[in-house]
């Protein structure tokens, strides 16, 4: 149609704790200026000129575009003139309405060439994924372009046909323009398949599934001046009603699958579960929820909640999180990918937005354990299914386990009313992380 395990979001003490953090794996949580952040992001050190200046994301994709456009361009002017102009004296009207058809080409290349170039600018601040959906834009605008002018062709054509009397017999030069069209747009399209092809541009594949649809176009004419030409002379305005209905139904097709984008419509069902199972098969994922993707232009934008065991570290979640983003981005069509990191699955288990933070918790557990001094100690806490789950770390000393054994038999008296906490877990002879 012409039609981001990067950066952790984790809060956390100068101590490592569980990976009840998110891993936002997004190009929009990023600062502009790294050149890691997405594959259309800035460079670091450009200045603003620089980046004022025009750089296509794709120059591959950029110049195919620009060179198989210009071509298409090239063909359909002559095209235009010669069928609107042979039309014209060869009376055919049929050929006319290939002639304003190809005229409609003429301008969705144009089209074609400003969304090419718009759409391949650099990420900024106010587009941080990119200007990809300047070609949706663009295919919005074509679709219903097309699609008004298929209308007013068949009306013109109905009503020509209520005055059978006034039908003209046309020239054989019409049947000659008209192969001659055909012949055109078959290779057109061809070429322009073949290039689209070679650099994935889901463009350029529209633009020359335009092109066959012209050269179908270009075959009904044929069809309609022959039989004019064997004397059954509404079969020109037959042909005319029928270029108008096909204009009209590609431009609604074009319209209907921008506009689907445009409103964020998610990938198929089996590109989505190949998603899935890319996610699930990274080492470290033990389950998977909330997976969403949307359309942009030739890629998709791709978001998931991967679960993780809830007693790793932030670091160790972290890591996972880069692993599955990776395995989409390598195995799939994907332009950037958001992960979130659980410890546990969040439409199945409580909330635990309710729950105070670090500070209160350390403050409450001091008041439960009394005299022993919490603050000299490392203590990190699991916030799991409307609860939390704290371990206090002892040093490896004789001298501390009969009091981490009073501490733990103390805790575990408490705990058991307690509505904050769930478990303590007083743990000796563990060397610091």
């Given at each position: 149609m012409l039609c981001c395990a990067k950066a952790i979001?984790?809060?956390?003490?100068?101590?490592p704790q569980a990976a009840h953090s998110e891993c936002r794996i997004s190009a929009a949580t990023r600062t502009y200026t790294s050149a890691i952040a997405m594959k259309k992001h800035t460079h670091p050190g450009q200045t603003q000129a620089a980046i004022g200046a025009f750089?296509?994301?794709?120059?591959?994709?950029?110049?195919?575009?620009?060179?198989?456009?210009?071509?298409?361009i090239a063909i359909n002017v002559m095209l235009t003139f010669f069928q609107v102009i042979g039309g014209f004296f060869a009376h055919s009207q049929a050929l006319m309405a290939d002639g304003l058809h190809s005229l409609s080409d003429l301008l969705s290349d144009v089209l074609v060439l400003y969304a090419n170039r718009h759409g391949n600018k650099h990420a900024d601040a106010n587009h941080p994924y990119g200007h990809a959906r300047v070609e949706t834009a663009a295919t919005l605008i074509l679709g219903t372009f097309l699609a008004v002018l298929g209308v007013i062709l068949l009306v013109a054509a109905a009503m020509r046909l209520q005055h059978p009397e006034a039908l003209q017999a046309v020239n054989p030069l019409a049947l000659a323009i008209a192969v001659?069209?055909?012949?055109?747009?078959?290779?057109?399209?061809?070429?322009m398949l073949a290039v689209a092809k070679r650099v994935r541009s889901q463009m350029l594949v529209a633009n020359a599934w335009h092109a066959r649809?012209?050269?179908a176009s270009s075959l009904v004419v044929i069809v309609g001046v022959i039989g004019n030409l064997l004397g059954y002379t509404f079969f020109d305005l037959l042909a005319a009603a029928v270029v108008g209905v096909m204009i009209a139904h590609m431009g609604g097709k074009l319209a209907l699958e921008a506009m689907a984008e445009l409103i964020d419509t998610g990938l198929d069902e089996e590109e989505v579960e190949a998603i899935r199972q890319t996610l699930l098969n990274t080492h470290?994922?033990?389950?998977?929820?909330?997976?969403r993707t949307r359309k942009m232009a030739d890629n998709a934008l791709v978001d998931a909640h991967i679960m993780v065991d809830p007693k790793i570290s932030v670091s160790e979640g972290h890591y996972i999180a880069e692993l599955a983003r990776h395995a989409v981005l390598k195995n799939h069509h994907v332009l950037d990918v958001m992960v979130h990191i659980d410890p546990?699955?969040?439409m199945q288990a409580k909330p635990n937005a309710h729950l105070p933070s670090r500070p209160v918790l350390l403050a409450r557990l001091s008041e439960r354990i009394g005299d022993f001094k919490l603050s000299d100690h490392r203590v990190v806490f699991h916030y799991l299914d409307g609860k939390v789950d704290a371990e206090i770390y002892l040093p490896a000393n004789r001298q501390v386990a009969a009091q981490a054994d009073a501490l733990q038999a103390s805790c575990d008296e408490w705990v058991h009313n307690d509505d904050i906490f769930r478990a303590v877990h007083v743990h000796?002879?563990?060397a610091q992380n």
């Open positions: 979001n984790a809060a956390s003490d100068s101590r750089e296509p994301t794709h120059p591959e994709r950029y110049a195919a575009a620009q060179k198989s456009t210009w071509v298409s001659l069209a055909l012949i055109a747009k078959e290779g057109m399209f061809r070429y649809s012209d050269a470290g994922v033990r389950g998977l929820h909330e997976l546990e699955d969040d000796r002879n563990h």
